[in-house]
């Protein structure tokens, strides 16, 4: 069965605190990894797509990786407003079906 | 800069009670989704719409039944509210089904008593 696990569920930076979240998976088929933001109340924002292992994506002060088995959102100087819940998702085929799995996604709060 | 559009945001029914809740994009997307979103749990699939003219069942489907209208409108109906359907429903849409991003709407917040 496709899983998709994130890590940390919750997580507490200083403004400046850089750190890093991490999505693991076990997929048949790995098609596409796709990052997401999601503020309260709204819905989830894409932020990057990543295909194959060893590719880096970039974004202000995210930059995502990709290997074989895990990406990482990596957040660099954090500002209060990178405070948001990140979604992660694998696009997996197999047998002619395709999917998208997310995980439960890890709360980031950013404290001035 | 609409994007993706649901309505409504917020809805309170009773059990059995029917409802539909509507989707539209303006993207041009030819894709359709429709998820649910529980505390502790991932976002999972209702239904897609692949293409205008197709739907297929996701993960979760029992209870539900959707309708692609045209290329811009998808929506999902609910038949006879229960409690265990209480959620946060989003729709998205993408440019093809695959490996594309969806891009959501800002959910419908639905609660059956």
């Known amino acids: 069965e496709d899983q998709v696990t994130q890590s940390p569920e919750a997580l507490r930076l200083q403004e400046g605190e850089s750190s890093s979240l991490n999505c693991s998976y076990t997929?048949?088929?790995?098609?596409?990894l796709f990052w997401y933001r999601q503020d309260p109340g709204k819905g989830p924002e894409f932020l990057f797509t990543?295909?194959?292992a060893g590719e880096e994506k970039e974004k202000e002060r995210l930059k995502a990786t990709l290997t074989k088995k895990e990406s990482f959102l990596h957040i660099t100087a954090p500002k209060p407003e990178d405070s948001a819940t990140y979604l992660c998702?694998?696009?997996?085929?197999?047998?002619?079906?395709?999917?998208?799995?997310f995980g439960k996604g890890t709360k980031l709060t950013v404290n001035p | 800069n609409a994007g993706v559009t649901q309505t409504p945001k917020f809805q309170v029914l009773k059990t059995g009670q029917s409802m539909t809740l509507q989707c539209a994009q303006d993207?041009?997307?030819?894709?359709m989704y429709w998820y649910r979103q529980d505390p502790g749990m991932g976002l999972r699939l209702i239904y897609y719409?692949?293409?205008?003219?197709?739907?297929d069942k996701g993960e979760v489907p029992n209870g539900y039944n959707v309708s692609r209208l045209n290329k811009r409108e998808f929506s999902l109906r609910l038949e006879s509210a229960a409690p265990s359907q209480t959620s946060v429903y989003f729709c998205?849409?993408?440019?093809?089904?695959?490996?594309?991003?969806?891009?959501f709407g800002d959910g419908t917040r639905l609660s059956i008593l």
């Open positions: 998205a849409s993408s440019v093809t089904q695959g490996n594309q991003p969806q891009h």
């Open positions: 990543l295909y194959s």
């Open positions: 993207m041009n997307h030819n894709s």
């Open positions: 719409s692949a293409s205008e003219g197709t739907t």
């Open positions: 998702a694998v696009h997996s085929y197999q047998g002619g079906s395709e999917k998208l799995v």
């Open positions: 997929v048949s088929g790995l098609r596409g």
